[in-house]
């Protein structure tokens, strides 16, 4: 079946240092990868997405590649901020090249907490 | 301003009381889905509809029910909440394939 696994969080890091939210995936067919960002009291935002394998998807300073060989699709930071601070969810949607309901399947979430 | 509106935003209910989560946008997306967020587990769908009049079941269906009478709305209903229901629970709506999910900013559900 398909299925999403995180690394277990919380991940706390200073501010200005290196991000790496590690994130595999299950899946038959070609989905498509996205990454999604929660930030306290609030609904979940597209951050990124990739539609294809070796596709990078990038947003507010945030990457993720879509690697096929490896069934990945990690998020990466280079200089992280205290606003950063937020659960991150990697997610697919599921395509086998005839059919598609369209649902997203997500990860558990990792909680980023971005110290001063 | 274009999106989801969610409705109520928290509530406090008495088990075996019956309950609605109301859910509207104004994005005419074709599709639109629930979904309960718990610690430890992510968010597990529930249901989902893919165009007005059609609905289907999602990950953990039981206990709900959903309509989609037309576009715009797409409520939730627990027809007798049980305290296991005590969740968040998330409306969240997609134009297309490859476009990902707008989502509400979700109701707090607790049963007691």
């Known amino acids: 079946g398909n299925s999403v696994t995180q690394m277990e969080g919380p991940v706390t890091l200073s501010e200005e240092a290196f991000l790496t939210i590690n994130c595999t995936y299950t899946a038959t067919g070609y989905p498509s990868l996205f990454w999604y960002v929660q930030y306290p009291g609030e609904g979940l935002q597209l951050l990124l997405k990739?539609?294809?394998?070796?596709d990078k998807g990038s947003n507010k300073g945030f990457e993720a590649t879509y690697r096929k060989e490896t069934t990945s699709f990690h998020l990466e930071k280079g200089s992280v901020q205290v606003s950063d601070s937020a659960v991150y969810f990697c997610a697919l949607s599921p395509f086998d090249g005839s059919s598609n309901t369209g649902k997203l399947i997500f990860g558990q979430g990792t909680t980023l907490q971005v110290k001063p | 301003i274009a999106g989801i509106t969610q409705a109520p935003t928290s509530q406090i209910l008495a088990a075996g009381r019956r309950m609605t989560l109301r859910c509207t946008q104004d994005?005419?997306?074709?599709?639109m889905y629930w979904y309960r967020q718990d610690l430890g587990l992510g968010l597990r769908l529930i249901h989902y509809?893919?165009?007005?009049?059609?609905?289907g079941k999602g990950e953990v269906p039981d206990g709900y029910s959903v309509s989609r009478a037309n576009t715009d709305d797409f409520p939730l209903t627990l027809a007798s909440a049980v305290p296991s229901q005590t969740s968040v629970y998330f409306c969240a709506s997609s134009d297309g394939l490859w476009s990902g999910y707008t989502f509400g900013s979700g109701t707090r559900l607790t049963v007691v």
């Open positions: 990739a539609t294809k394998a070796d």
């Open positions: 994005m005419r997306h074709n599709a």
């Open positions: 509809s893919n165009t007005a009049g059609t609905t």
